[in-house]
């Protein structure tokens, strides 16, 4: 088990360096597809050995081994949106988009329970639950889409692998900043302070979305529907 914690944690500090490198390098270039590959590779180790971990030492499964699931998905999905398999399984993207909603249906399940009855699984508030619940099955519709209509193109795509990628850097410096925040020295354990790489995180992703879609589409509007001004 101590071989567990010891890759558990050294994966998850090598997501968490080459995420936020990938995350802040120019898009395209080398070294944002280098680190890149080395936080797909880094999370799925830290998910796979996060949830053995808290099934065989039950360490909040409920919520762990459901955040494990999705952050793994998130990951794969993110990766093969830009790199497809040369001749990927036909039940891939379908079997991918069940697991999506099944671990949003599981979490909000438990959310709803803990709102309703007032039982919490592993006394872990409703909230958590009922969040990434709703963000799982959003991911599910997602791929539904791409299941009925095809691989997304354009700044679609972009857009889909950024947010999940992005998305799994999230619950990572999350899990990491705020949820052990206990192993931080504590002049520096201040939650504000710790929030900040988190909160850099979203606001990145939220950026790199106007950017990919909403910017993209004013421009458009702007080049094909009607003159542009000096």
């Given at each position: 088990?101590?071989?567990?914690?010891a890759?558990?944690?050294?994966?998850?500090a090598?997501?968490?360096?080459?995420?936020?490198?990938?995350?802040?390098?120019?898009?395209?270039?080398?070294?944002?597809?280098?680190?890149?590959?080395?936080?797909?590779r880094?999370?799925?180790?830290?998910c796979?050995?996060?949830?053995f971990?808290?099934?065989?030492?039950?360490?909040?499964?409920?919520l762990?081994?459901?955040m494990?699931?999705?952050?793994a998905?998130?990951v794969v999905?993110?990766?093969?949106?830009?790199?497809p398999p040369?001749?990927?399984?036909?039940?891939?993207d379908p079997?991918?988009?069940l697991?999506?909603?099944?671990?949003?249906?599981?979490?909000?399940?438990?959310?709803?329970?803990?709102?309703?009855?007032?039982?919490?699984?592993?006394e872990?508030?409703?909230?958590?639950?009922?969040?990434?619940?709703?963000?799982?099955?959003?991911a599910?519709?997602?791929?539904?889409?791409?299941?009925?209509?095809?691989?997304?193109t354009g700044?679609?795509?972009?857009?889909?692998?950024?947010?999940r990628?992005?998305?799994?850097?999230?619950i990572?410096?999350?899990s990491?900043?705020?949820?052990?925040?206990?192993?931080?020295?504590?002049?520096?354990?201040?939650?504000?302070?710790?929030?900040?790489?988190?909160?850099?995180?979203?606001?990145?992703?939220?950026?790199?979305?106007?950017?990919?879609?909403?910017?993209?589409t004013?421009?458009?509007?702007?080049?094909?529907?009607?003159?542009?001004?000096?």
């Amino acid at each position: 088990m101590r071989v567990a914690y010891a890759v558990h944690i050294l994966a998850g500090a090598l997501a968490l360096l080459s995420g936020f490198v990938a995350l802040y390098a120019r898009k395209g270039a080398t070294l944002h597809r280098r680190s890149g590959t080395l936080f797909v590779r880094a999370m799925l180790t830290m998910c796979a050995f996060g949830t053995f971990i808290a099934i065989a030492r039950s360490v909040a499964p409920a919520l762990n081994v459901s955040m494990g699931v999705l952050t793994a998905y998130l990951v794969v999905t993110s990766l093969t949106t830009v790199r497809p398999p040369a001749a990927g399984p036909r039940w891939l993207d379908p079997g991918l988009m069940l697991v999506a909603f099944a671990v949003g249906g599981t979490m909000l399940a438990f959310g709803i329970e803990a709102l309703v009855t007032g039982r919490t699984r592993d006394e872990i508030p409703a909230l958590p639950f009922l969040l990434f619940g709703v963000i799982a099955l959003l991911a599910g519709a997602g791929d539904l889409r791409v299941v009925r209509s095809g691989a997304r193109t354009g700044a679609a795509r972009l857009a889909r692998h950024l947010w999940r990628m992005s998305f799994a850097l999230f619950i990572a410096a999350m899990s990491f900043f705020i949820g052990q925040a206990k192993v931080f020295p504590k002049p520096v354990r201040i939650l504000p302070l710790l929030a900040l790489p988190v909160l850099a995180v979203l606001a990145t992703m939220l950026y790199w979305l106007w950017r990919v879609r909403v910017r993209r589409t004013l421009r458009g509007l702007v080049v094909g529907g009607a003159p542009r001004v000096a």
